[in-house]
């Protein structure tokens, strides 16, 4: 309850018990402008307040996906590529003969590969991903995990996914163990949400069949440093 009323007339604050105005003699009116103002339900505020919160959220975080990251790709030496791919045609056709092989790939040597890949196939498009044409995927390996960063367009956006896991291998093939997950500079919180950038990682890939083949091929895996080793076996092999 306001102390004092305002003059509607002159604007003399008044006690709260009088009828008139003490100075001009003008009928008070109750409540006044600034009694209705003072009686605001302060929910509405709150409200205020929440939808404001929602909406810089909501243009914060589409701001965080739209902000690439940045991506070095490796100038491509067309022969080593070449070569590296024959060695790809090479390891399939032994594990389609029930053989063993055991490889280790630099990381250099696969990014240089995969460079010249997507190059070659003017960017691999996938329905199921939007229609996002990959642009540009780099690898990188230590002892203690492996991290993919891919880039592509999304109509005029460009957007990037970038994952980190520990991969590992069993008679089944590779793993990723995706443990991070990034779209944008937006980091994916919850398991959920990491799984659904995975999944979208994989319907990018889907062109470069070869490739996705021979990761089920693989049975062991050790990381190093900007290396991989592994060693794959065909099925019958894999089974003794």
């Known amino acids: 309850m306001p102390s004092s009323l305002i003059c ?7 006690p709260t018990i009088g009828m008139f105005c003490v100075k001009c003699g003008a009928r008070m009116v109750a409540p006044t402008v600034r009694q209705r103002r003072e009686s605001i339900p302060i929910g509405r505020w709150l409200f ?19 902000w690439p990251l940045p991506v070095t790709e490796p100038q491509v030496n067309a022969a080593q590529a070449e070569r590296f791919g024959a060695r790809l ?18 990381d250099e040597a696969l990014n240089n590969y995969l460079a010249w890949r997507i190059r070659e196939s003017a960017g691999t498009a996938s329905e199921s991903a939007f229609m996002i044409s990959l642009k540009a995927l780099v690898v990188d390996t230590t002892p203690e995990r492996m991290r993919a960063v891919l880039a592509g367009r999304w ?23 995706l443990y991070y997950a990034r779209l944008g500079h937006l980091t994916l919180p919850g398991k959920a949400a990491r799984d659904w950038a995975a999944d979208k990682f994989r319907q990018v890939l889907s062109g470069l069949d070869r490739e996705l083949r021979l990761l089920t091929a693989i049975r062991r895996l050790d990381l190093g440093e ?4 592994i060693a794959l076996a065909g099925r019958s092999a894999a089974g003794g």
């Open 155 to 177: 109509g005029p956006l460009q957007l990037t996914f970038e994952v980190k896991g520990v991969p590992s291998a069993d008679e089944s093939g590779a793993h990723f163990g």
């Open 89 to 106: 045609i090479e390891i399939e056709r032994t594990l389609q003969q029930r053989g063993t092989v055991v490889e280790t790939i630099p």
């Open 226 to 229: 900007k290396k991989v080793r």
């Open 48 to 66: 205020a307040l929440l939808r404001a919160a929602v909406l810089v959220a909501i243009f914060g975080s589409i701001a965080l996906i739209c």
């Open 8 to 14: 509607p007339q002159c604007g003399h604050e008044n």
